[in-house]
């Protein structure tokens, strides 16, 4: 533990719970825009967790403790994974955890903790978006972590800081065929896990195809905001991740406060940037009928695995 | 042109080859894959075009612009002709395998494709034959969309497929055989090619489907 990735950590983890919110309202405002609309404005959904926070909640009786801790859980693990993981810093705060079967671990502890939520309230509608999300996460959690192994092999460290240090140091990786596939893959499974919009349509609460909605359905107030808003910083979270694994310029390596400023303002520009496309994206895109979503996440497995196969028999540059 | 531009302009190649033949398996759309295969021809051509370049042949640079007029242009274009003939059957709607489980078939032969061009690379190490598995993979996973596909023009496409790695394989492990015998191969390919095109078509004339599995009896 030093001091950079004290620091580091404190401006991520302020950066991802403050910024979170403000990312989705962005995302939702370039929609409305594309789409003809006015749009709420980006600090709509601040106002909206706000107003629930106020609220009471109210857990559905017969629910035990499963229920009650699932927010906590999700966005305890969240904040976590917003702390060690290399968004501003190369350096991390807790080392031993910005390991990635560690966070990729954690993220899914989120996610079945909010899927057992779902089941634990006995409706129809909890108990079938937790079985489509489990149906999902099987096959999503082994394309994360082996498309970011992928990388991992070159460096020959499963640390994430490290391979972040290692794309910083040998720019020229970056285009080789073996990111080129990973990104790809991790892209696919990043858009499946935070139920973005070929998978999951965030904006509609239709009962026939919706995931991520159905398991939320019976939160009410202030648990229903921590899942709001744990949702926006996995959505954040893996962005960051996506974003520096593959384009770490920016990032700082020392405590200096200009290299801290640049490295906050590299990761907002580069969240924001990925952000955007992903909504723009969306407003192009139609959702995938549920059965064809496996065929989509075989593909970027597949995608995945071919990258680890390049990383370990195409050459090395030097 | 320094070696390590040179390796991963090779590697660049290969992965745009191996994204491709991956991308011919996961689309239904008959145009989509059509548009895929045109570009796997220029990754192969670019391929080989990298290679000329680090030995200076000017051989090879005349055989990687014959390969991109052949598999980007020719090919393509007979391709899209065949299926502007078919008229409005465009997608592959049940393969024999469904797609999920063949992108995970595909998956296992990419591993068997690095598996036994092992020994290949072990004869002589170096940057081109490393990318020999890829080559492999490719016609691998063009041996299976030949026998996994019901129509005759997506079978025409894993035929193709399997070519395009044949000769990836050739290039990475010798260089180039020469002109005369790529010139002559390419020939071949194309007379298959036009040959497929014209029984595609007769097969549609008479039994008005190219849907292989339904041609169950003999007619006269």
Same mark, same amino acid.
């Given at each position: 533990? @030093? ?64 229920? =009650? ?131 999951? @349509?965030?904006?509609? &609460? ?5 995931? &991520? ?8 107030? =202030? ?10 910083? =996995? ?8 974003? @520096? ?43 995938? =009928? ?29 | ?28 759309? /008959? ?33 990687? #612009? ?5 598999? $980007? +242009?020719?090919?393509?274009? /007979? ?5 502007? $003939? ?20 595909? $998956?296992?032969? $990419? ?30 996973? +063009? ?25 990836? #394989? ?25 040959? /497929?095109?014209? /029984? ?21």
């Amino acid at each position: 533990m @030093n001091a950079l990735g004290v620091i580091g950590g404190i401006l991520q983890c302020l950066l991802v719970i403050g910024g979170a919110p403000l990312l989705i309202g962005m995302m939702r405002q370039v929609r409305a825009r594309l789409e003809g609309r006015a749009g709420a404005g980006i600090g709509q959904p601040w106002r909206d967790l706000r107003k629930l926070l106020r609220k009471e909640s109210i857990a559905p009786h017969g629910t035990g403790e499963v229920f =009650r801790v699932a927010p906590l859980l999700l966005v305890s693990t969240t904040a976590v994974v917003a702390l060690v993981a290399p968004f501003v810093t190369t350096a991390s705060a807790v080392s031993p955890v910005a390991d990635l079967f560690a966070v990729v671990a954690l993220l899914a502890l989120g996610t079945v903790a909010l899927a057992l939520a779902g089941l634990d309230t006995g409706t129809a509608f909890g108990g079938m978006g937790a079985s489509r999300e489990m149906t999902i996460i099987a096959l999503v959690e082994p394309t994360l972590l082996v498309s970011i192994f992928a990388l991992s092999v070159r460096v020959g460290s499963t640390d994430l800081g490290a391979i972040v240090t290692s794309a910083l140091h040998d720019p020229a990786r970056v285009i080789s065929p073996v990111s080129l596939l990973a990104a790809v893959a991790l892209g696919v499974v990043i858009i499946a896990e935070t139920g973005r919009l070929p998978v999951d @349509n965030p904006s509609t &609460h239709l009962e026939l195809t919706m995931v &991520h909605e159905a398991m939320t359905l019976e939160f009410a107030g =202030r648990d229903l905001a921590l899942v709001e808003w744990a949702s926006a910083m =996995r959505l954040t979270v893996f962005l960051g991740l996506l974003a @520096n694994l593959f384009v770490p310029w920016g990032i700082a390596t020392s405590a200096a406060p200009l290299a801290l400023l640049v490295g906050v303002a590299a990761f907002v520009a580069k969240v924001a940037l990925l952000g955007g496309l992903l909504a723009v994206g969306e407003v192009f895109a139609a959702k995938l =009928r549920l059965f064809r979503v496996p065929e989509l996440l075989a593909g970027s497995f597949l995608l995945a695995l071919l990258a680890v196969a390049a990383s370990f028999f195409l050459a090395q540059p030097h | 042109m320094s070696h390590d531009l040179y390796v991963q302009l090779l590697d660049l190649a290969c992965g745009l080859l191996l994204i491709t033949s991956v991308l011919v398996l996961w689309r239904r759309e /008959l145009t989509v894959i059509i548009r895929v295969f045109a570009l796997q021809g220029a990754a192969l051509a670019a391929l080989v075009a990298v290679l000329a370049v680090r030995d200076g042949s000017v051989e090879l640079g005349v055989v990687a #612009v014959g390969l991109l007029v052949l598999r $980007a +242009g020719v090919l393509p274009a /007979l391709l899209r002709r065949a299926l502007a $003939a078919a008229g409005e059957q465009r997608r592959d709607v049940r393969p024999l395998v469904n797609v999920a489980s063949s992108l995970l078939a595909a $998956a296992v032969l $990419a591993l068997l494709g690095h598996a036994i061009s092992r020994p290949l690379v072990a004869l002589a190490p170096s940057a081109a034959t490393q990318a020999v598995p890829v080559g492999m993979t490719v016609v691998l996973i +063009g041996f299976f969309v030949l026998v996994t596909r019901r129509r005759a023009l997506s079978q025409l496409v894993g035929f193709l497929l399997m070519d395009n790695g044949i000769t990836a #394989v050739g290039f990475l492990t010798t260089s180039g055989a020469g002109p005369a015998v790529e010139l002559g191969v390419s020939l071949d390919v194309l007379m298959v090619v036009l040959v /497929l095109q014209i /029984l595609t078509t007769r097969m549609r004339d008479t039994f008005g489907d190219t849907d292989l599995d339904e041609l169950r009896e003999l007619r006269d």
